[in-house]
T-cell receptor, first 112, second 107 residues
Framework: GAGVSQSPSNKVTEKGKDVELRCDPI?????LYWYRQSLGQGLEFLIY????????KSGLPSDRFSAERTGGSVSTLTIQRTQQEDSAVYLC??????????FGPGTRLTVT | GENVEQHPSTLSVQEGDSAVIKCTYS??????FPWYKQELGKRPQLIID?????GEKKDQRIAVTLNKTAKHFSLHITETQPEDSAVYFC??????FGKGTTLSVSS
């Protein structure tokens, strides 16, 4: 079946602009995660959605970052007033019941 | 919150040698312990996982061992091959990942 998809695959934006990154999880997966990965670095946890529970936003680096998940499916990560340090690959993953995470291909964000 | 520490950060071995990567976690309620492999330019993929009701799990050349008392679990790769070269991550159920281990296998 279809895996996790993300769009766009690449995004180049100017400093100060807002961007929206989209994640389509595997159908039926209740958990959805967003991560940020800078070049050669690890996976930085950003936010976690589980079913209808309040999301765990503890990893969001600043109030410029926000995310929502509509209807328990598609999620959008929004970065306002982008800064150069926001440049990274943003990965989305979904899972059922806290187990194996299936990752999307990521969105490469470049802030110029 | 949950803390996950992974060691070593880099590991270089000769083809055919064994490699061991260790992960320590802080939440004693954790009951699921996965290892992910990320090849260059690709997304992370699960390679092996273990639930807290067992102490060891094997899948061909890879194995994971769990010590719940000490709160650590380890990835063991035997008879390493060049294609094992990648970054390996452990994770907690909360979504927190270790910082990764870059494994280099030279032939």
């Amino acid at each position: 079946g279809a895996g996790v998809s993300q769009s766009p695959s690449n995004k180049v934006t100017e400093k100060g602009k807002d961007v929206e990154l989209r994640c389509d999880p595997i159908s039926g997966h209740t958990a959805l995660y967003w991560y940020r990965q800078s070049l050669g670095q690890g996976l930085e946890f950003l936010i976690y959605f589980q079913g209808n529970s309040a999301p765990d936003k503890s990893g969001l680096p600043s109030d410029r970052f926000s995310a929502e998940r509509t209807g328990g499916s598609v999620s959008t990560l929004t970065i306002q007033r982008t800064q150069q340090e926001d440049s990274a690959v943003y990965l989305c993953a979904s899972s059922s019941d806290w187990y194996e995470q299936y990752f999307g291909p990521g969105t490469r964000l470049t802030v110029t | 919150g949950e803390n996950v520490e992974q060691h070593p950060s880099t590991l270089s071995v000769q083809e055919g040698d064994s490699a061991v990567i260790k992960c320590t976690y802080s939440d004693s309620a954790s009951n699921y312990f996965p290892w992910y492999k990320q090849e260059l330019g690709k997304r992370p993929q699960l390679i092996i996982d273990i639930r807290s009701n067992v102490g060891e799990k094997k899948d061909q050349r890879i194995a994971v061992t769990l010590n719940k008392t000490a709160k650590h679990f380890s990835l063991h790769i035997t008879e390493t091959q060049p294609e094992d070269s990648a970054v390996y991550f452990c994770a907690a159920p909360s979504g927190i990942f270790g910082k990764g281990t870059t494994l280099s296998v030279s032939s």
